[in-house]
């Protein structure tokens, strides 16, 4: 089952972010893809924003992995669009993504192997100047069960 939201503004994609971080627990794990400039990085700031992240959350392109700590747990953002499934194995990203925080992974295609079975997917497409269609594909019970409490709430369609 595929899940969509329209962001008409950038408001609306800080507001769909900061729902999905409401739902988020130790081991959670949301996957970004868009094209370059279609608000993986607005999108995560606001993640990390409503899960308490006091420092400035910008994109980790060149040092792949940036670490912080939230409200209640760390926030790990990830962007592995130029590495190697080697370099993934030396960093050692499976205890970020298996570990006690929420890991945000930007580019995930790059490197299906290194993803969990368990996940949610969500794909930024632009659909204008501000306007963005935002899928969220689900996988695993949790993430359904996300997704549906916020299609019950109006939020999704």
């Not at 089952?1 to 949301?30: K, R």
């Not at 299906?112 to 997917?121: I, N, S």
């Not at 963005?132 to 069960?145: D, Q, V």
Request: hydrophobic residues 35%.
């Amino acid at each position: 089952m595929v899940y969509t939201f329209y962001s008409n503004s950038e408001q609306d994609t800080v507001a769909l972010a900061q729902s999905i971080a409401e739902c988020a627990v130790p081991g959670t794990v949301v996957t970004l893809e868009g094209d370059l400039g279609a608000g993986k990085t607005r999108f995560s700031q606001a993640v990390g924003k409503a899960l308490g992240v006091k420092q400035v959350v910008n994109s980790p392109t060149f040092t792949i992995i940036k670490e912080y700590q939230g409200a209640t747990m760390p926030f790990y953002h990830m962007d592995i669009y130029r590495i190697s499934q080697e370099e993934a194995d030396e960093l050692g990203l499976d205890d970020y993504i298996y570990g006690e925080g929420v890991t945000l992974i930007e580019w995930p295609s790059k490197m299906p192997d290194l993803l969990p079975e368990e996940r949610l997917a969500i794909e930024i497409s632009a659909a204008g100047p501000t306007e963005r269609e935002i899928s969220l594909h689900p996988y695993g019970t949790p993430y359904t069960e996300w997704c549906e409490r916020l299609k019950a709430e109006g939020v999704l369609t």
